[in-house]
């Protein structure tokens, strides 16, 4: 038997350390689960938590106001979709990190927002703002189709429905960053939603996330939507799905031949 080097056991009580600090300190946002250390640069603090979800909470209070009132007609920005669109968004990033923090508490952080997603992911919907607006100022009779907002009110509800009982429903077994190593404890999840959608966490955000262009009717971003979340997906899926053989074998392929995705062409 070889003897631990001491970067490895340096390594080892760091990690027994940051597992103490957040048994002793139910506040603390550093995971139990090291291999989900934050990545991003927000500060991995109560405060920063406290912070983010301060401000989710009064943009998503302002974006109910405007989607009740329809922002009482005055302004000509001041409408239920745009209310909508920013009230589905905040509620999705503060839901992201509540469901964590409840159900998957080992892997919580402030990464758990989902708020530093890539540059594409906020370019994505900064277009998407930009297309409603402009379209609104210069063409606002091309937003006036309630029955387009009101499907895709109904299909966002949906996806983020179906999001946020994947992730309560697989539990510690559901991570944001695919697992490259089996971790202890984890198990093939099939049942519950799981029995119905492969990856529900994934069809849930594709059609949440084109749930918000129709009520924006944004036909541009709508289409751009569809083809990043597409593409990404399609990607995510097939890297994913090659850990999860691994690791469970010829009871993932069994299970996938069965349950599909329910992502257009993505079987």
Same mark, same amino acid.
């Given at each position: ?52 979800? $301060?401000?989710?909470?009064?943009? #998503? ?5 405007? $989607?009740?009132?329809?922002? #009482? ?64 100022? #210069? ?65 849930? $955000? ?41 690791? #469970? ?19």
């Amino acid at each position: 038997m070889s003897t631990p080097t001491e970067q490895e056991i340096d390594g080892f009580e760091q990690r027994l350390r940051q597992r103490m600090a957040t048994q002793s300190h139910p506040l603390n946002t550093v995971p139990r689960d090291t291999s989900h250390l934050p990545r991003g640069f927000i500060p991995n603090t109560p405060l920063s938590v406290a912070t983010i979800s $301060f401000l989710l909470g009064s943009l #998503f209070s302002f974006g109910a106001l405007l $989607f009740v009132t329809n922002g #009482f007609g005055l302004y000509w920005w001041s409408t239920y979709q745009l209310g909508y669109f920013l009230a589905a968004w905040s509620a999705f990033h503060w839901g992201e990190f509540a469901v964590t923090a409840g159900w998957n508490r080992d892997k919580c952080s402030v990464d758990s927002f989902l708020l530093e997603n890539g540059s594409l992911y906020h370019i994505a919907h900064s277009v998407a703002l930009l297309e409603y607006l402009g379209t609104l100022y #210069f063409r606002p009779e091309n937003k006036q189709f309630p029955y387009v907002s009101l499907i895709g009110i109904i299909l966002s509800l949906v996806g983020q429905s179906l999001r946020s009982a994947a992730m309560i429903h697989a539990g510690s077994n559901f991570s944001h960053i695919i697992a490259s190593r089996k971790a202890e404890g984890h198990t093939l999840v099939t049942s519950g939603i799981y029995n119905y959608l492969r990856h529900p966490s994934y069809t849930g $955000f594709f059609y949440w996330a084109l749930g918000t262009q129709l009520v924006l009717q944004n036909p541009l971003s709508f289409v751009l939507y569809l083809c990043i979340l597409w593409r990404f997906f399609y990607q995510r899926i097939r890297a994913e799905e090659a850990y999860l053989i691994r690791f #469970f074998g010829d009871d993932y392929r069994k299970y996938r031949q069965v349950v599909g995705t329910k992502i257009p062409f993505i079987p």
